[in-house]
């Protein structure tokens, strides 16, 4: 399955770096997620974006930035991350923040930071 | 806030063993309940949800869930398991409220193995 993506699927990346993850739906939705699961941890949400507009900032630090330019695309820009972010990073979709909308997953950036 | 606790962490099962995960959430109001499957090397993808009607959910691949309001359970259940059953099982919780601007909150996942 193909309705939600993520680049890239693996990034190791220095304490003083910068970069960005990307996430695209393919499914006309119009609510999107990032989520982070740690080894050992639920998934943990991070933001919540409907209509291209950020509706929940779970208490997230400022290290990482979201960014939705539109209904289909969602990043997550990077910096100077700690070792204790390594994880896998998840994107969401649903057609909308309703409670009983269907989330689809991405298959995940695992992300490692050195 | 939101909890989703599973019991289970990691169950190992023969071929054709009948099949109980259990999931308790801790949330008073209104819920919408939601098991998520993760096959190796493959994303999240969902077995089965339940918002309202009858408790008794049917999902893909023979899956069910049951939801015990007064219990705060959604347990999911499969009669005969399959060798292609072998993945990590997630409950997860949304708040039936409207809005849903709080995301899902999992649990932390079920590893089933199921022996050939």
């Known amino acids: 399955e193909t309705g939600v993506t993520q680049t890239p699927r693996h990034l190791v990346m220095g304490m003083t770096n910068k970069k960005s993850l990307k996430c695209e739906q393919h499914?006309?939705?119009?609510?999107m997620y990032w989520y982070k699961q740690s080894a050992k941890k639920p998934l943990e949400l991070m933001f919540v974006?409907?209509?291209?507009?950020?509706?929940e900032n779970n208490s997230v630090p400022s290290r990482f930035s979201p960014e939705c330019p539109n209904s289909s695309h969602l990043f997550l820009h990077l910096h100077t991350l700690q070792p204790e972010d390594s994880a896998l990073y998840l994107c969401?979709?649903?057609?909308?923040?309703?409670?009983?909308?269907?989330?689809?997953f991405g298959p995940g950036t695992r992300l490692t930071v050195l | 806030a939101q909890s989703v606790s599973q019991h289970n962490h990691h169950v190992i099962l023969s071929e054709a063993a009948s099949l109980e995960l259990g999931c308790n959430y801790s949330?008073?109001?209104?819920?919408?309940l939601f098991w998520y499957v993760q096959y190796p090397g493959q994303h999240l993808q969902l077995l089965l949800k339940?918002?309202?009607?009858?408790?008794l959910v049917k999902g893909i691949k023979g899956f069910e869930a049951e939801f015990i309001k007064s219990k705060f359970s959604f347990n999911l259940r499969k009669p005969s398991v399959q060798w292609s059953d072998t993945a990590e099982y997630f409950c997860?919780?949304?708040?039936?409220?409207?809005?849903?601007?709080?995301?899902?909150?999992f649990g932390k996942g079920t590893h089933l193995i199921i022996q050939p």
């Open positions: 969401a979709s649903s057609q909308s923040t309703r409670g009983t909308d269907t989330q689809y």
């Open positions: 499914l006309g939705h119009n609510a």
């Open positions: 974006y409907s209509l291209e507009e950020r509706v």
């Open positions: 949330y008073g109001g209104t819920v919408n």
């Open positions: 339940y918002f309202s009607g009858d408790p």
């Open positions: 997860a919780v949304r708040e039936g409220s409207g809005g849903g601007a709080d995301g899902l909150t």
